[in-house]
């Protein structure tokens, strides 16, 4: 009967339900967003059409030709069940009201059935005449398609240009779904079954085998509950969300406490799909913009703490790996202890490689030794690489410790953001707790908030080096002063350097020299006999829009030659 937008993603799709001796009545609303960042469905008892800034779509489908008016009017009439209706005269004054009293004069177009189609997010509203209603909810992608027979003829949102090469007979995606098919991808149900999406992904990845394994029997279920589903209003990382499957969830004190699993927590269930649809369509559109950015920073923390988790993985694998064979300091013991079974060999000092009793686990040990080196320089070699693999160890260690103070920190964080009942409240404490930075504060063993930079303290003056090109631009940018001495490794990458300003005080030659061997060391020039740095006050750098992280421009600026030199 109609179809319009009123809204710059929003389109309305009017259909009559029955038709009366004199007009059609019982109207049926589809209102649809396609946005994307969201695109989902409404089916409202009522929808008011505005006066102005409203604009009519798809005419074509709408209101056919007279040839085809007479034709459809008579096919319309002799079929049995169809459901007919008319459309308006495109006029400001025929616009929707009461019961839809409509120009029956022209009729419109009958639908015939409604599809879904094979493994593709795609749902069609088929017409009379071989016109099809299309919307396409690709991700990113959504939009409202009018076919004719297999040809785009009309497109909602024409800025997705690539819609128009889409032809109807394609979206059908037969895939071989068996289990023969499942065995031969690897086991991996992903190729399979491309349409599962976030949520059932969450459900299935939450039911894996230990291994991380999906098995078969579990794919079977899902696609059972999926043919034969229910309706599920969940929270979902803190965003409303339709599931077709049902999530047990956590309660809110176990997600804030970082116990794994879906952090779901289900609302409401439904039977009937029209009021899942609706009760979704509200809960998400109705969200305010409190509640919008509050969810935004807990999702935020949420993924901090993944990457947190993942770095105490990395480093707990790589200190049990430690474990698992000898230490560069055992093996240097194994080698002085067996100095004496060590053959010497033509034109070189030790053989290569070289396999030695190892009396820490009672079997043979192969030891691979440096050739221009004698059997007792290649054990204090090892000996001097002991002490820099203690060093690593008390490094993953401390960092192990830091990242689990600071998951703890943001755990209370959370507890902290899901008690605020305000905008205003969440921003100012958004600020004071520092989330805005996208680094996230590191956290000592004592608890207390780490430094953001590395610090060196020469006689008395504050020397700050960046950690990384991103923590480099928030050096430079924001915790630098005009006043403060700038330095960097000239023409390579490294560490942004910060002398602090002391009011009064002239920079000391000795803390400039300092400051420049550690951005020296901490560039690619680490390992050269010499090294060129730059020295400028903080207000000849400058940073145009459109430079990589990290990649500033500099003004004015001394050089100083030092050798590289680490804390």
Known sequence: MECFSQDRDEVVIVFAQAKGRQNY??????KATLRADF?????????????????????????????????????????????????????????????????TAVPGRAVIAVRSFL????????????????????????????????????LFNHNLASDWQLKLHTLDRPIDQSREAFEQAGSSYRPLFPTFGKVVNRYLDERKQPGGVVTWPLIEDVVRKLEQPRYYLIRLDHTPTLSLLPFEGQSDAETQNGVSGSGAKTYREFSDPVEAAN????????????????????????????????????????????????SHEQIGHILMANLHDIPETPGSKSPERITLYDFYRDRPIDIKLKPDLSP????????????????????????????????????????????????????????????????????????????????????KFRILIGRSAKNNDLLTQKYAHKEDLWLHARDVAG??????????????????ERAAELAAWYSKRKTDSLCPVTVTPKKFVRKPKGLAEGQVIVEKEDVVMVVPKGE
């Open 495 to 512: 560490s942004h350097v910060i002398i602090k300003y002391k009011a009064g005080k002239t920079f000391p030659k000795n803390v400039i």
């Open 376 to 459: 007792q320089k290649n054990a204090e070699n090892y000996y001097r690489k002991s002490k820099n693999e203690k060093i690593e160890e008390e490094h993953l260690t401390k960092q192990i410790v830091a990242r689990e103070a600071e998951m703890e920190r943001m755990n209370r964080q959370k507890i902290d953001i899901e008690q605020i009942a305000s905008l205003k409240e969440l921003r100012r404490y958004v600020k004071q707790a520092n989330l805005l930075l996208d680094t996230p504060s590191m956290a000592s063993a004592d608890g207390a908030q780490a430094q953001l930079f590395r610090e060196v303290l020469v006689d």
């Open 25 to 30: 009545y019982k109207p049926f609303y589809i």
């Open 279 to 326: 009760r979704f369509y509200i809960a998400y559109t109705g969200l305010s913009k409190f509640e919008e950015e509050k969810a935004q920073w807990l999702r935020l923390l949420d993924k901090r703490q993944k990457r947190a988790q993942a770095q105490i993985d990395g480093n707990m694998l790589r200190l049990l790996a430690r474990d698992e064979g000898a």
């Open 119 to 154: 493994n593709e997010r795609c749902l069609a509203i088929q017409l009379d005449d071989a016109y099809t209603l299309l919307f396409k909810f690709f991700g990113n992608r959504p939009n409202l398609l009018a076919f004719q027979g297999n040809t785009v003829i009309d």
């Open 39 to 103: 695109s989902g469905m409404l089916f409202p008892d009522t929808v008011q059409r505005a006066r102005a800034n409203s604009i009519d779509l798809f005419d074509t489908l709408i209101i056919p030709s007279m040839a085809e008016s007479a034709d459809s009017a008579t096919t319309s009439l002799e079929t049995a069940g169809s459901v007919e209706f008319s459309t308006p005269a495109n006029t400001s004054d025929q616009r929707m009201a009461g019961e839809f009293n409509k120009v």
